[in-house]
């Protein structure tokens, strides 16, 4: 079992930063890839930005060149730094984690409790 724990989230004005956290704990024996979602008011679930055990990092049009993610394998841990915010990234901010088991064969998807980013114009 994984258990996901956000933190960071707020209210920033337009053109502000916001930097989101999100630490794994529990019974694994790796956590491999690692993502944000968001989830505005009456919309659907979007990937904002991942990233693998290695460092490889993929990011959704809307937030490329503002958003960043990064990662620390030691303390299981994903950050999400969040520039030049914009009223339109308000939403609930999600992490996801994928990990492997000690049988290094069964893979688990794991959700964070979500944390709230609210941009005001």
């Known amino acids: 079992q994984v258990q996901l724990v956000e933190s960071g989230g707020g209210l920033v004005q337009a053109g502000g930063s916001l930097r989101l956290s999100c630490q794994a704990s529990g019974i694994f024996f790796r956590i491999n890839a690692m993502d944000w979602y968001r989830q505005a008011p009456g919309k659907e679930r979007d990937l904002v930005a991942s990233?693998?055990?290695?460092?490889?990092?993929n990011y959704a049009d809307s937030v490329k060149g503002r958003f960043t993610i990064s990662r620390d394998n030691a303390r299981n841990t994903v950050y999400l730094q969040m520039n030049s915010l914009k009223p339109e990234d308000t939403a609930v901010y999600y992490c996801h984690g994928e990990s492997t088991g000690y049988d290094l064969r069964n893979r688990a998807q794991s959700w964070g409790q979500g944390t709230q980013v609210t941009v005001s114009s």
């Open positions: 990233i693998t055990r290695g460092g490889s990092t």
